[in-house]
């Protein structure tokens, strides 16, 4: 999409060297934008056009801090090294010829063009890295609620660590995948999951199912941890997971102990601390992690078919937000 602020639409054009009158287009207001339709990728403000609308001249006379933007498609490659396919960032050379290469290719090419043998020596290439630095993309989860536009070579590292990346259900059979949000109204809805709602730094007793595989919590601050329950034949492992991206902003421990109800007196019980619970995507499934609990066979209650756990999250420290 093209946009063009604040300038006026010639009345004639002339075609083959005969002046044409054409009617005049409704007058735009001074500041008003007007769209053409082209493509989906940005490239932001600061290159100049020198076409359709007196160039620079133009430019001059409606100020220099006017924004302009274009929308454009193109092939991704062209602006990958031809070396090595990463996305191309300043600095960026080019051999005498005007192949262009990364920083970091250059000297594995010991300065020779690896396409026409031509020196590369310390010529840059300033029109190329002024494109690639005004190209923003959207993010890959903007469907899942990220606003941020990203500067093309500067993408995969935004989203490696972006909040809106999706997690993924653990039941068996399903592919759904969404944000956290989605994924706690998932957990109800589809699967009839119950979830328990806890405070932090605060010990917290429930029963678990000898064979039930997961146990739904969510804190104070609506982050989901799930108890993971894995039938052995020497009992049962669990362990917690922090349903999340990615390893950001607050960090968490916990505290498990599993009892015999009817014999809770008589003080025999396993316990198991984890100084850092792990935090997951769900990606691939779940899978025990370092600090899990075996629980023997001998304290679940075998009336109910149930595992007395006593459980306490504890919020460690809270980082800044993920970006």
């Known amino acids: 999409m093209v946009r063009r602020s604040g300038r006026g639409t010639p009345a004639t054009a002339e075609l083959g060297g005969h002046a044409t009158n054409t009617a005049s287009p409704p007058a735009e207001k001074p500041g008003q934008e007007r769209q053409v339709p082209m493509g989906e990728e940005t490239v932001g403000s600061g290159l100049q056009g020198g076409e359709g609308g007196g160039g620079a001249a ?14 454009v498609k193109m092939d991704p490659r062209v602006l990958e090294c031809s070396v090595c396919f990463e996305p191309l960032r300043p600095p960026i050379y080019q051999c005498e010829v005007g192949h262009a290469v990364c ?16 020196g590369i020596g ?6 190329l890295e002024q494109v690639v630095d005004t190209i923003k993309m959207a993010c890959s989860n ?41 994924l706690l109204n998932h957990f109800v809805a589809k699967h ?31 982050s989901m941890f799930l108890l993971v329950n894995i039938f052995t034949h020497i009992g049962n492992a669990l362990t917690l997971i922090c349903i999340r991206p990615h390893e950001c902003g607050s960090s968490y421990s916990s505290m498990i102990s599993a009892v015999h109800g ?22 691939g499934g779940v899978q025990l992690g370092k600090f899990f609990l075996m629980v023997p066979p001998y304290l679940v209650d075998e009336s109910t078919d149930e595992v007395t756990i006593n459980l306490r999250i504890d919020m460690k420290s809270s980082a800044s937000s993920c970006h």
């Not at 594995?108 to 063009?113: E, G, M, S």
């Not at 500067?154 to 989605?182: Q, R, V, W």
């Not at 999951?193 to 010990?203: E, G, P, V």
Request: glycine letters at 6%; one cysteine or more; charged letters at 25%.
């Open 122 to 127: 310390n010529c840059r290439c300033f029109a």
């Open 192 to 222: 009839e999951w119950s979830q328990t709602k806890f405070q932090y730094n605060k010990a917290l007793r429930i029963s678990v199912k000898r064979h039930s595989r997961f146990k739904l919590f969510v804190g104070e601050d609506m």
């Open 58 to 71: 133009e430019l001059d006379a409606a100020g220099r801090g006017a924004d302009l933007e274009i929308s």
């Open 262 to 283: 009817a014999e809770e007196d008589r003080g025999r019980y396993v316990f198991q601390m984890d100084p850092h619970v792990t935090s997951s995507s769900l990606n």
């Open 103 to 118: 920083f970091i290719c250059r000297g594995k090419l010991c300065n020779t063009c690896h396409i026409c043998s031509r």
């Open 142 to 182: 903007a469907d899942l609620g990220c606003d941020k536009m990203i500067t093309y070579y500067l993408k995969e590292n935004h989203e490696i660590s972006c909040m809106y990346a999706p997690c993924f259900c653990p039941e068996d059979g399903c592919s759904f995948k969404g944000s956290t949000g989605s």
